[in-house]
């Protein structure tokens, strides 16, 4: 029997760790939501920008995520916007992770938000701070790219 190809949709993304951070290594974790929550994500209200994962206890979380409620959400619920996500992922990978940011210059960002067969997921980036040059470094390079692509469409007309 043939397995059914994953469909990926994106929710969010968190621009600023392109630019704060070089990525090591990327990993998909499980989220752990309110029903009030997933409704919000299907509609787009999620700001990840200042959003930052935390280990506690051997687990990882979600903080600083604001998943922002409908004006319909239910009587019965107060939803918490900036409400402390688990992040799920197997035990092994949890444990080296958790070895990696233990040593120095490692910390763990969210890089975006998205549907992988209709459920929530957060892309995690082991990943190091970048120094004041290099986030220069990167300024320059995107505006070099810029200048390209405007002479390129200015020699088309």
Not at 82 to 100: M, N, P, S, V, Y
Request: include cysteine; hydrophobic fraction near 35%.
């Amino acid at each position: 029997m043939a397995k059914k190809p994953e469909t990926q949709s994106r929710i969010a993304d968190n621009k600023k760790a392109a630019f704060n951070y070089f990525f090591e290594e990327r990993h998909e974790a499980g989220m752990v939501l309110h029903g009030w929550e997933v409704k919000a994500l299907r509609e787009g209200k999620v700001q990840l920008t200042d959003g930052y994962v935390v280990i506690r206890e051997g687990e990882l979380y979600l903080i600083g995520c604001q998943i922002n409620a409908l004006k319909t959400a239910s009587t019965h619920v107060s939803p918490d916007a900036a409400r402390t996500k688990k992040l799920l992922l197997h035990k092994d990978e949890i444990l080296r992770l958790i070895g990696k940011v233990e040593q120095k210059g490692y910390t763990l960002v969210p890089l975006n938000l998205h549907w992988t067969n209709g459920r929530a997921k957060c892309e995690i980036a082991l990943a190091k701070g970048k120094a004041e040059h290099d986030k220069r470094d990167t300024i320059k390079e995107r505006e070099g790219k810029r200048e390209v692509e405007r002479a390129m469409k200015s020699r088309h007309r």
